[in-house]
């Protein structure tokens, strides 16, 4: 599963670093759309997507040799069906932010976007682990990137559709089994294109009509011999899509365990030093499953399960004037 991702890069400093692996770019699209977000990417949101676009007219004749375009353009990370035409139509389908590959050469949304291949530049993606603690289940996020610190490109597919007669663009990752190495992180991993080899322009296409089973095989699972991949874990805080910091990225510093949380300005004499021992994250219902395939979900059930539990250990600095044992006895005379 991939459902959050870091590009930390402006949309204007893009097309250079894309430079910097060798990669044209010879136009960018809606780049206006653009996510505010950089740390904290998730789906609905927008964000850039690199595919070749192959004209095969010029000044409305059809011509031999089509000219070759390498676009960027900036797109709803949930694909979209192309038969959806309204948005009342769109609330009655799950747009979906990951592909699995077993099911591409099955599910009738993938299966029409198979000529309509991509990559998305990341710098890096987010998975959890869960661990029950204390009745609760507690969910550390990690980070994965590349050693060398430079774009990741993970396989996609791209919808265009005509919602209320406005073209809207989509995008989902395809995910896959996730290799030994990281299997004890998630079961399954986003599928990595590297630009140096022949896979990532033969992915994105000639123009040449294509099923599925002839590109599935340029997909392949991460190698732990490959070694260009790292992970560590990173803030919880994290985990709620809302949130955006530059921390998300960062390796967390092992046995920062405690924070210090003040309770909202008072008379000094009241204030209170709270440590936290555990903290359960603030998960929307939303965030409890992946929309895959379709599959519908109740959001409310989803919600009515939720009961984050936050414990927390109050100790006081100093006792209230009210408690003094002084005033009481000022009081009695």
């Not at 904290?40 to 997507?49: E, L, S, T």
């Not at 530049?121 to 609760?136: D, R, S």
């Not at 399954?188 to 599925?212: H, I, Q, T, Y």
């Not at 790292?230 to 510093?253: A, M, P, S």
């Amino acid at each position: 599963m991939c459902g959050r991702y870091a590009l930390p890069i402006e949309p204007k400093d893009l097309p250079a670093e894309f430079g910097k692996q060798n990669l044209p770019v010879d136009k960018e699209a809606d780049s206006e759309l653009s996510t505010s977000h950089r740390y904290n990417i998730g789906p609905m949101q927008y964000a850039p997507v690199y595919y070749l676009y192959r004209s095969k007219y010029s000044n409305g004749e059809a011509v031999e040799n089509p000219s070759e375009q390498h676009i960027l353009r900036y797109m709803k990370w949930s694909m979209i069906p192309h038969w959806v035409k309204s948005k009342e139509e769109l609330k009655k389908n799950i747009p979906t932010f990951n592909a699995r590959y077993e099911r591409i050469g099955k599910n009738r949304l993938w299966q029409t976007a198979v000529n309509q291949r991509c990559v998305i530049p990341i710098k890096g993606y987010f998975e959890w682990t869960q661990k029950p603690q204390n009745g609760a289940k507690i969910k550390q996020p990690y980070y994965i990137k590349r050693k060398d610190d430079k774009l990741m490109f993970l396989a996609g597919l791209y919808s265009r559709s005509i919602i209320d007669g406005k073209e809207v663009f989509s995008y989902t990752i395809i995910t896959y089994d996730a290799p030994k190495c990281l299997q004890w992180l998630h079961e399954r991993m986003p599928l990595v294109l590297d630009p140096e080899k022949d896979e990532f322009w033969e992915w994105l296409g000639n123009g040449e009509k294509k099923k599925w089973d002839d590109v599935k095989g340029l997909l392949k699972i991460y190698s732990e011999k490959e070694g260009t991949l790292e992970w560590y874990k990173v803030d919880r805080e994290v985990g709620n899509t809302r949130n955006e910091d530059k921390k998300f990225v960062r390796k967390l510093k092992e046995g920062n365990i405690w924070k210090i949380v003040t309770n909202k300005p008072g008379p000094k004499s009241e204030r209170s030093e709270v440590k936290v021992e555990e903290e359960v994250e603030s998960v929307k219902p939303e965030d409890k499953y992946e929309q895959g395939d379709g599959i519908k979900v109740d959001p409310e059930k989803v919600k009515a399960e939720i009961k984050p539990t936050v414990k927390v250990k109050v100790e006081k600095r100093q006792a209230t004037l009210d408690e003094s044992p002084r005033k009481r006895q000022r009081q009695r005379k």
